[in-house]
């Protein structure tokens, strides 16, 4: 299953929304994750189930979709929030992730 | 705390062999499935390998397969991957992660820092 993220890079001002998507080539279900990854870190799980916000995620994180068409919602932008983001599903093997999309300040 | 703490990353020759270790502390690492992910330099990320918790199902991405073994050791809390004809196309930052979802396939729950593969002359 191909994952594809758009956009690829996306400019955003501290204190405003940010959109992502996130597309399968084929349905998953809701069996898709989102994670966050910031420079020089590994990444970390934001959501999972698609919607579901993993342990000690903010609640401006937020997920939605199923099948094949997944958005990533960050309300009211942190500093910390701007680095990559990946869609991965875990559907079926082989596990994929989406190529990525930078979230960085405008 | 979960913490996932992987070793034996290095440089290695194209061809060579390098095995890596992840110990797993902080959680009951006998029920959970343990996977490899890589990233190379300023690239995304591509999964790697998968054991389940008891060891008894396995998986490869087509890239690695019958090059890479993976395996565990529950009494060890530990997990290794076994690299072998390493090419530079491995070259990557080797994340070890702790899965979730009865059966798999998994989302990644908990992720090490990393351990830097370079395969070069």
Known sequence: TVMTQSPETLSVSPGE???????????????????????????????????????GIAARFSGSGSGTEFTLTISSLQSEDFAVYYCQQYDNWPHTFGQGTTLDIK | EVQLVESGGGLVKPGGSLRLSCA????????YSMNWVRQAPGKGLE?????????????????VKGRFTISRDNAKNSVLLQMNSLTGEDTAVYYCARGRRAGGPYYFDSWGQGTLVTVSS
């Open chain 2, 24 to 31: 797993g502390t902080g959680f009951t690492f006998s029920t």
């Open chain 2, 47 to 63: 999964w790697v390998s998968s054991i389940s918790s008891t060891g008894k199902n396995i998986y490869y991405a087509d890239s």
């Open chain 1, 17 to 55: 929304r940010a959109t992502l998507s996130c597309r399968a080539s084929q349905s998953v279900s809701s069996n898709l994750a989102w994670y966050q990854q910031r420079p020089g870190q590994a990444p970390s799980l934001l959501i999972y189930g698609a919607s579901t916000r993993a342990t």
